[in-house]
């Protein structure tokens, strides 16, 4: 004890007290930070997405097209992209008329649909709260509008510029993110994170061949059918799969409001198509392109979706299920297996490369 009567232990407990303080402080800070950048980590969580397809359709290159390793990315790049620009080039001019078409026909059918209801048109009572609005309070909403748009954009553009970067050197991030926790653990989060990573490669594939096989088939349904833009339908038909159990709802609802203004037996057919082919995709696509696929339970890969939706908007609704599957893939090998000591398999845990450059 010293002069002034405090003892050398109760220093070092007072210093003990104010660092697990200051400790728990931080924590807090971070957790505030992150929350403030979710949406900033959803999309590096997409551009983790885009760099998982790159790196498997640059897989595909090396080992059928013998395309030299360090070049399979930017190939793979080119490849993609001289895709998308031919297909631009070739019906660009077509889907672009077709856009617009399913813009000028939705309201009228929803107008239709309305009717039919009971509730009058809809889009004359938003038009009548429209020009109740101030002008200044509508040019703020158009603007509001046009700066989503662009920020969407730009959000999409960065996600792929990202992705192509993560793609490039995927074992500088890997390490990087490795690095983050104490070295006794590195092992087991390196692990974890290529198990994660090969679960999201075989879910991503998969789902990207449904997406494929429900736009091409709606957009030959609703052509047969004879609904107004068939291939605009088809498209967002299959764009909107990529959302698990709400997607197929989410891209069919055009459609079905559209041929409400072509007429009672198109809306009938359309119906009757869109049920149909989720069949077929339910049963016979899903299970052939999903054999080696993480099985996730329906309810909580639904409610994994809700969740996001509600906590981060529209990114939560895109990126929800895939957050779900990485989710999935940690708690049962960190904690049911290695934590609770149950034996349970681990989807993806047997093909992730334990040294190699993937994801």
Known sequence: MDENGYSFRGIMGDADFVRKTLIVLGLVVLALLLWQLADVLLLAFGAVLVAIVLH????????????????????????????FLVLALMFGT????????????LPRAIDNLSENLGFGEVTDNLNQMLQDVPSGGIASRLAGIGGTILGALTNFVLVIVAGIYVAASPRTYLQGAIK????????????SL???????????????????????LSALAYWWIGLPSP????????LTDFIPFLGPFLGAAPAVLIAFTVGGEATLWTVLAVLVIQQIEGNVIQPLVTRNVISTPPALALFAILIGSV?????????????????????????????????????????????????
């Open 56 to 83: 498997a359709f640059a897989g595909l290159l090396v080992r059928y097209l013998r395309v030299p390793e360090r070049w399979s990315i930017t190939v793979a790049s080119l490849l993609i992209f001289t895709v």
């Open 311 to 359: 906590l981060f908007g529209t990114l939560g609704l895109i990126f929800g299920f895939p957050l779900a599957v990485v989710v999935f893939v940690l708690v049962k090998k960190l904690y049911v297996r290695e934590t609770l000591g149950e034996a349970t398999t681990v989807p993806g845990e047997d093909k992730a490369s334990p040294s190699g450059s993937g994801l």
């Open 180 to 191: 983050l926790f104490p070295i006794r653990h590195h092992q087991r989060v390196e692990s």
């Open 231 to 238: 291939f605009a339908l088809g498209f967002i038909a299959g």
């Open 94 to 105: 077509q889907m672009r008329s077709q856009f617009a078409n399913v813009s000028e026909q």
């Open 194 to 216: 290529r198990a994660s990573g090969e679960a999201l490669r075989l879910w991503l594939i998969s789902q990207l061949i449904a997406m494929t096989c429900v736009g091409l």
